[in-house]
């Protein structure tokens, strides 16, 4: 069975607004195919959280918890 991991347009703006305020020395230099923000899916029995983490360590759980 293949898992289909998707984040809403509510997490895309906290996921842009973060980023464009996040300082990163990355930026603009995150390799040939641009990943510098890795998605992490954590399936649980109450709902999947959604960690995004940026190559330089800083992270942001954009988890939707009203929804567990």
């Not at 980023?19 to 641009?34: E, F, R």
Request: net charge neutral; glycine share 14%.
């Amino acid at each position: 069975m293949k898992n289909i991991f998707k984040i809403n347009d509510g997490q895309q703006v906290k996921i842009c607004d973060w980023d464009s305020k996040h300082y990163c020395s990355l930026k603009g230099n995150s390799g040939t195919i641009g990943g510098r923000l890795s998605y992490i899916f954590n399936p649980t029995s109450l709902g999947t959280g959604v960690i995004v983490r940026c190559g330089c360590g800083a992270e942001i759980d954009v988890t939707e918890y009203e929804n567990w």
